[in-house]
């Protein structure tokens, strides 16, 4: 039996007479666009960028691991190091079994700014403007005695001899309390400051006056000699 609708949008077929049907219905894609207005609004603002070169803006940056470290290692900062380079100026004699090499050969930038800048601090006892003439010194005075010492044939760089200068003021930063308790005896006085000076010579000379030098030896430790006389004179006011 066979029925035949009025509207003409359903056809009913009587089972005994329909044959088997089988089939799928396709669904259509349905996307929900949430807070499209801001979405749109978006991809303006990321197509303007790009277009006036400044994407770069919107890049996102994984963090690295190299970059979570501690100040000190960021800054190469090495107090291990320093502290024994300080021994080794200290204590210049061979005998100690100290390999004061590694002062010229490893040289950094902190540990002698610390040494020059503890220097100054001292310095600064009535005297506050020769702060500034100390370090210009140390800079200058050290590219000084680079130049010479490139000149005699020496094979040192100039943050070698930055380095060096700037630890061998450790002498006189000891010698500066002694000043201090025997400033009213002139001989003593006299005595410490030139015990100091040539402390600081020494272990400034040791260091960088190497065999390559041969007879020219007197020639850069005489001028070392005087760099440490000026930096005891800024201290003194002599």
Excluded: H
């Excluded at 799928?24 to 979405?39: A, E």
């Excluded at 991809?43 to 691991?65: M, S």
């Excluded at 002498?171 to 030139?194: E, N, Q, R, W, Y």
């Amino acid at each position: 039996m066979q029925f035949s609708p009025n509207n003409g949008d359903f056809t009913f077929v009587s089972s005994s007479d329909a044959e088997e049907l089988s089939g799928s219905i396709d669904t259509p894609d349905v996307k929900l666009n949430m807070d499209s207005g801001d979405t749109s609004k978006d991809t303006y603002a990321t197509t303007f960028l790009r277009q006036r070169g400044y994407g770069w803006l919107l890049e996102v940056e994984e963090d690295d691991p190299e970059d979570n470290k501690p100040l000190l290692e960021e800054l190469d900062i090495d107090l291990k190091d320093i502290y024994y380079k300080i021994r080794c100026v200290l204590m210049p004699m061979p005998s100690l079994g100290f390999n004061r090499q590694v002062v010229r050969d490893n040289p950094d930038f902190w540990g002698p700014l610390a040494v020059v800048l503890l220097f100054s601090m001292i310095s600064i006892y009535g005297q506050f403007r020769v702060v500034s003439w100390i370090i210009t010194i140390w800079i200058f005075g050290s590219l000084t005695i680079f130049l010479l010492a490139r000149v005699l044939g020496g094979e040192v760089s100039y943050g070698q001899v930055l380095g060096v200068i700037g630890y061998s003021l450790l002498p006189l930063i000891v010698i500066a309390p002694l000043l201090l308790v025997t400033g009213a005896f002139d001989v003593v006085a006299t005595l410490i400051k030139l015990f100091g000076v040539f402390w600081a010579a020494y272990s400034a000379a040791s260091l960088l006056v190497g065999e390559e030098f041969k007879t020219k030896k007197p020639l850069l430790i005489y001028p070392i000699f005087l760099l440490y006389i000026y930096f005891l004179s800024l201290y003194t006011g002599v």
